[in-house]
């Protein structure tokens, strides 16, 4: 039996509900190379999580992009935001790996 759609957690950066059939992945905040091993983490798909570290080094996450609210702000990741609200909360991408180089 499925579980209603308002259940489901949702996603810190999309802000579309992430259902239970699709990968989920925990973003610490602060990397934890960078100090942030036990520090705050937020739930978000695997391809947004992916995304985001496919546009920041570790260090810029560190230094600048520590909140839901800054990652939404980058410029990339805001129209990655845009692109991936339109998309059912199932999406999944067909490409594997990392999609394009940082900029």
Known sequence: MDRPADTDPICALCGRPIPPDVPQSLHHLVPKLKGGKGGPTVLLHQICHSEIHA?????????????PEK?????????FVGW????PPGF???VPGKRRGRR
């Not at 546009?55 to 909140?67: F, G, N």
């Not at 991936?84 to 998309?87: E, N, V």
């Open 71 to 79: 990652l939404r702000e980058h410029p990339r990741l805001a129209k």
């Open 92 to 94: 999944r991408s067909k």
């Open 55 to 67: 546009t920041l080094t570790e260090a810029e996450l560190a230094r600048s992009y520590d909140t």
């Open 84 to 87: 991936i609200r339109k998309r």
